[in-house]
Structures are given as C-alpha cells and as structure tokens.
C-alpha cells in the first residue's frame, strides 16, 4: 500500500493560494506599469516578498498555518 | 514494453511492479526539482535588476508558473507516497541536475536560461504526455496549461537572448557567453546515450524517447536558431559530463 503524504494536501493548497496571490499582483503591475510607475513599483516589491517566502522553504510553517 | 494505463489506485492497492512504482517516484522527484530549481536560480538577484519594470514582471510571473508546475508534480507523487517538500528548502548545489545548481545574476544568462534550458525542460515533458500513469499524463494533456506555460518562457527567452545578439559588441559577446555555457550544460541534462535507467523508463512507458534521441531532436531545434541569431553554435563536446 502506498498512501499519500501527509503533506500533499495541505502543501498544494498553500501553493495554489501562493500562486493566485502572484499571478493577481503580476496582473496589476502590468496594468499600472504606464499610468502609475510607482504603483508597478509597489506590485513588483509585493511579488518578492511572496517569492522570498516561497524561496525560504519554511514547509513546516506554510502547512501548519 | 509495458503498455498498460497505471492509475493511482493501482498503485494505491500495491498493484503495480516495485520498479514501475520506483521509477515513476524518482522521474517525479526530479521533475518537481527542476521546475521550483529554476526559480530559485534567478528570483533573488533578477526579480530587482531586470532591464525594465515589465521584465520584473514577466520574472515574477514566470517564477509563479514554476511554482505552479511543481505543485502539480508534487502533487502527483504527494499521492503515491513521494515526499517532495524537502525540495523546496535544499541547497541549490543539492540540485538534481547541474543546470540548477548556482545562482543566475546576468540578464543574458536569464535570457540564455529560458532560450535553451526551458526548451530542454519541454522536451522532458513532452516524454510524459500519453505514459503509462494516468494522473501525469493528465497534467500533459492537451490543452495542457504546463506545456503552454513553459513554452511562453521559451519564446521569452528566445527573444530577450535574439535581441541581445541583435545589439551587437559588447551585448552580443555576452550573449554569446551565456549561449556556450548553456548549451553544453542543457545537452547534459539529457542524461548519458547508455544509459540503464533510460531504457527502464522507456520499457515501462514512462519515457518515449532514448536519451540520445531527444538530444538530437533538441540539437537539431536549436542549432539553427542560434545560427539565426548571428551567433556560433557551440561545440557540442566540449566540456560535456554525460556523453
């Protein structure tokens, strides 16, 4: 028998979250980046700091939130 | 050559050969490696030095991509038993491939990255659409939002590296640079001709092509893109690791 980890589930919820967060901070980036420089300024930040968790790899913490 | 569909009850139920079983947690071990390896390559020091706010942008959203990716194919082995989070916190010089390992800190290596490594990762892909397990050729099928994606960041890399060679000089010397490291390095990833396990992978139909049969489609793709671009098509022995 080979059952799913105990991690799987609760991991792809938390990435999946991760990657819609990204996708919808890209998004506003690319709109503001001609009207509103400073604002693509701001999404830009947001999407490293959402990177930096991601590229820390703290998985423990991620799937006990 | 075993041709039997393989779904995850099968495997749920210890239906399956222990070496199926084994090849398949392996093949996406390494699968789900790369894709969050290349993020870890270039977010740190590209995200904040691309050339210009929208490159910033596609950056992050080709990293979110390969995040996505991996959830997929964490996923897929998360449910066979595979415990891929330890993954996502290794070293980058504990990378399975070589192409992963180090940091990416030049915009033409970025570039050169896309152009020629994530072509390399498309044909490992494309080796899993219509195999033996079900639920990964699912992730593969067409329309398959994996293969699209991967392909955005190709075309991305292609035409930031054509524009660099288009520059001429000093860009285009660069360009150049990055064009012979990463040939070499993406012509290993393919693994070596002689390969044990490949012939394994192939006979359990969880690989289509040999090692050296996608090499030499690959080379043959990108050859004369290269050429296209004005630039020289490295020598594709030298400094090789797995002939």
Redesign the interface.
């Known amino acids: ?5 105990t ?3 609760p ?2 919820t938390f ?2 979250d ?2 819609t967060a ?2 919808a ?2 998004n506003r ?2 709109q503001s ?1 001609e009207r509103d ?1 400073k604002a ?2 701001k ?2 930040q947001d ?2 700091e959402i ?2 968790v ?6 423990e913490e991620w799937v006990a939130a | 050559m075993f041709t039997d569909q393989v779904e995850f009850s099968d ?4 239906k399956v050969d222990p070496e199926y ?1 084994d090849l398949l947690q392996r093949v996406l071990a390494i699968q789900a490696d790369c894709e969050i390896g290349g ?2 390559l270039y ?2 020091k590209m ?2 030095s691309a050339p210009a ?2 490159d ?2 596609v950056i ?2 080709t ?3 390969e ?2 990716h ?2 997929k194919f ?2 897929v ?7 891929v ?1 330890y993954i ?3 070293n980058n010089d504990e990378r399975y491939l070589q192409a992963f390992r180090g940091l990416i800190t030049t915009w033409e290596d970025f570039a050169v990255f896309g152009f020629l490594i994530d072509r390399v990762g498309k044909y490992q892909l494309d080796e899993f659409i219509g195999c033996t397990y079900k639920p990964l050729a699912a992730v593969l099928e067409h329309p398959s939002r994996v293969l699209d994606e991967e392909e955005g960041h190709i075309d991305y890399g292609t035409t930031r590296t054509a524009e660099l060679a288009a520059m001429g000089g000093e860009a285009k010397e660069r360009a150049q640079k990055a064009v012979t490291f990463w040939y070499v390095t993406g012509l290993d990833m393919f693994g070596s001709s002689t390969s044990k396990r490949a012939e394994r992978y192939r006979y359990w139909g969880l690989k289509r092509r040999s090692n050296e049969e996608a090499r030499e489609q690959y080379r043959a793709e990108v050859d004369p893109i290269i050429r296209s671009m004005g630039l020289t098509v490295p020598d594709p022995l030298a400094g090789r690791k797995y002939l």
């Open positions: 028998m080979n059952e799913p980890t991690i799987a589930e991991l792809d990435l999946r991760v990657v990204l996708h901070a890209v980036g690319i980046a420089p693509t300024d999404t830009i999407c490293k990177l930096d991601i590229m820390a790899g703290h998985v | 495997i749920h139920q210890g079983l993020p870890h977010v740190d995200l904040p706010k929208i910033q942008l992050a959203r990293a979110a991509e995040i996505d991996f959830r964490a996923k082995g998360g449910d066979i038993g595979v415990d989070a996502l916190s290794r």
